[in-house]
């Protein structure tokens, strides 16, 4: 079954500091793969997503990532944080299979000090 | 296009009552995935369904149920409710890209059980 991992379940930045979160996931055929964002009281919006394009995906908000398949990784990024960037982000994975489940890491929240 | 909505946003009920909650998706979309999100389980899938039929079916007991509509509204249901069924649950209108769907959340529903 597909997993993914979402080290460590907070990160703090100052403003204007990169943003890292990471994701890591296990498969052995390279999956569609997803970041969201999820405000408080609000549902989840999609980031950016890879789907065996380009490796490099740039999203909304300025994020991007890269899908790295000898590192099963899929990195979220952003040049410098925002303090609207404050939220809960979650990483995603979905097989590449016809009526496959989207399975979601734990997440990860995102602090940004002023 | 409206967005997803999910009514009520807002529930409270008690121990072994049931509840039914509904999703109407964005228009034109002909399926929708329903999740649960609890701060200790994360985001876990319930179920999809696609033009009235489940297409697809996460791990959750019978207690946990829906069904989908021919103008493709859908309502899941949990009957003889428990503490630990209080959650964010959220719903999905998923539309076809290519290989995938790519899936727009609603707000969700806050569900607390006493």
């Known amino acids: 079954a597909q997993s993914v991992t979402q080290l460590g379940s907070h990160v703090s930045v100052s403003e204007g500091a990169l943003v890292l979160l990471r994701c890591n996931y296990s498969?052995?055929?390279?999956?569609?793969l997803f970041w969201y964002v999820q405000y408080p009281n609000q549902g989840l919006q999609l980031l950016l997503k890879?789907?065996?394009?380009?490796?490099l995906v740039k999203g909304i908000n300025g994020f991007e990532a890269e899908f790295k398949k000898s590192e099963t990784s899929f990195h979220l990024t952003k040049p410098s944080a925002h303090m609207s960037d404050a939220a809960e982000y979650f990483c995603?994975?979905?097989?590449?299979?016809?009526?496959?489940?989207?399975?979601f890491g734990k997440g990860i929240t995102l602090s940004v000090r002023p | 296009k409206a967005g997803v909505t999910q009514t009520p946003r807002y529930l409270i009920k008690t121990r072994g009552q049931q509840v039914t909650l509904s999703c109407s998706p964005i228009s034109g979309h002909r399926s929708v995935s329903w999740y649960q999100q609890t701060p200790g389980q994360g985001l876990q899938f319930l179920f999809e369904y696609f033009s009235e039929t489940q297409r697809n079916k996460g791990n959750f007991p019978g207690r946990f149920s829906g069904r989908q509509f021919s103008n493709s509204r859908s309502e899941m249901n949990v009957s003889t409710l428990e503490l630990g069924d209080s959650a964010l649950y959220l719903c999905?209108?998923?539309?076809?890209?290519?290989?995938?769907?790519?899936?727009?959340f609603g707000p969700g529903t806050r569900l607390t059980v006493l």
């Open positions: 999905a209108s998923n539309e076809r890209r290519g290989p995938y769907n790519e899936q727009f």
């Open positions: 890879y789907t065996s394009a380009a490796t």
């Open positions: 498969s052995s055929v390279p999956p569609y």
């Open positions: 995603a994975v979905r097989p590449t299979g016809a009526n496959s489940k989207l399975t």
